[in-house]
């Protein structure tokens, strides 16, 4: 079975810091483009960031830019793609969803075909 598994996910203060990290399961993702969605309680899933298959590009929603960085390792056999993120907001809380798709690019929810479960996180002010 194919598995994208988020965690790091938690509770946190305005400012602080948290990694999240996406391992894979059941096949290989290493030539997969990896994005991070979120949703807020009542919103529509949104766009957080993606990076291409090999790591060399990468792309950011406004919200996040210059707070949040987006990285992969390729040397593992999970593919873990990571997303930092330093200097919280509250209106940073969200579950944060993990998403994989053959191409790269995509800012939509629809674009992407495998997802994770989610891991929540909590940001107080």
């Known amino acids: 079975q194919v598995q994208l598994v988020e965690s790091g996910g938690g509770l946190v203060q305005a400012g602080g810091s948290l990694r999240l990290s996406c391992a894979a399961s059941?096949?290989?993702?290493?030539?997969?483009?990896k994005g991070w969605f979120r949703q807020a309680p009542g919103k529509e899933r949104e766009f957080v960031a993606a990076?291409?298959?090999?790591?060399?590009?990468?792309?950011?929603a406004d919200s996040v830019k210059g707070r949040f960085i987006i990285s992969r390792d390729r040397d593992n056999a999970k593919n873990t793609v990571y997303l930092q993120m330093n200097s919280l907001k509250p209106e940073d809380t969200a579950v944060y969803y993990c998403?994989?798709?053959?191409?790269?690019?995509?800012?939509?929810?629809?674009?992407?075909?495998?997802w994770g479960q989610g891991t929540q996180v909590t940001v107080s002010s």
């Open positions: 998403a994989a798709d053959l191409h790269y690019g995509g800012t939509r929810a629809d674009e992407y075909y495998y």
């Open positions: 059941g096949r290989t993702f290493s030539n997969y483009a």
């Open positions: 990076i291409s298959w090999s790591g060399s590009s990468t792309n950011y």
